[in-house]
T-cell receptor, first 113, second 110 residues
Framework: KAGVTQTPRYLIKTRGQQVTLSCSPISGHRSVSWYQQTPGQGLQFLFEYFSETQRNKGNFPGRFSGRQFSNSRSEMNVSTLELGDSALYLC????????????FGPGTRLTVL | GQQVMQIPQYQHVQEGEDFTTYCNSSTTLSNIQWYKQRPGGHPVFLIQLVKSGEVKKQKRLTFQFGEAKKNSSLHITATQTTDVGTYFCAGNSGNTPLVFGKGTRLSVIA
């Protein structure tokens, strides 16, 4: 099976802009989670989707949003970018919600200037 | 909310030495998972433990889940340069999302 894919792999934006990141899960996986990884904070949970519904949400401002499509593919959007949003954004897919093993994509490296 | 603490933050070992990282949760966990992230890479799932007192082995790696299901450890015997990376534990309760520890970065000196 193909692994989790994420596009784009690298992105440079300026403050105030918005960005959309895309994730295609492993075939058959219906749950997609998004994480923000920074050197200081580690892996921070953003949100989790299952069957096109957001099931869990982390402690991030409303500028961070996401959605899942009927084919389980997912997108996340960050509006009004801030310098502190610079991070590696990781998508992970799993068979089910909650405590299932997470299979991560390569990530999107976002730099905000 | 649930917190997962991991120690040590960094560990430097000579090749051939053993290595252990510890994970502690503020709440009782349904399961604990371990991941490895190589430098420049993404986290890769290693194993999941669900039973109190469970011990699992993968070659030179030994994983333990505490009796109270609030702590876990990963032990690597006779480290090799291929073991370099950051090891994360992650746990959850019920259908809550996984909470990751901040990881232990392992350096192996040949």
């Amino acid at each position: 099976k193909a692994g989790v894919t994420q596009t784009p792999r690298y992105l440079i934006k300026t403050r105030g802009q918005q960005v959309t990141l895309s994730c295609s899960p492993i075939s058959g996986h219906r749950s997609v989670s998004w994480y923000q990884q920074t050197p200081g904070q580690g892996l921070q949970f953003l949100f989790e989707y299952f069957s096109e519904t957001q099931r869990n949400k982390g402690n991030f401002p409303g500028r961070f949003s996401g959605r899942q499509f009927s084919n389980s593919r997912s997108e996340m959007n960050v509006s009004t970018l801030e310098l502190g949003d610079s991070a590696l954004y990781l998508c992970a897919s799993s068979l089910a919600l909650g405590g299932s093993a997470q299979f991560f994509g390569p990530g999107t490296r976002l730099t905000v200037l | 909310g649930q917190q997962v603490m991991q120690i040590p933050q960094y560990q430097h070992v000579q090749e051939g030495e053993d290595f252990t990282t510890y994970c502690n949760s503020s709440t009782t966990l349904s399961n604990i998972q371990w991941y490895k992230q190589r430098p420049g890479g993404h986290p890769v799932f290693l194993i999941q433990l669900v039973k109190s007192g469970e011990v699992k082995k993968q070659k030179r790696l030994t994983f333990q889940f505490g009796e109270a299901k609030k702590n876990s450890s990963l032990h690597i015997t006779a480290t090799q340069t291929t073991d370099v990376g950051t090891y994360f534990c992650a746990g959850n309760s019920g259908n809550t999302p996984l909470v990751f520890g901040k990881g232990t970065r392992l350096s192996v000196i040949a």
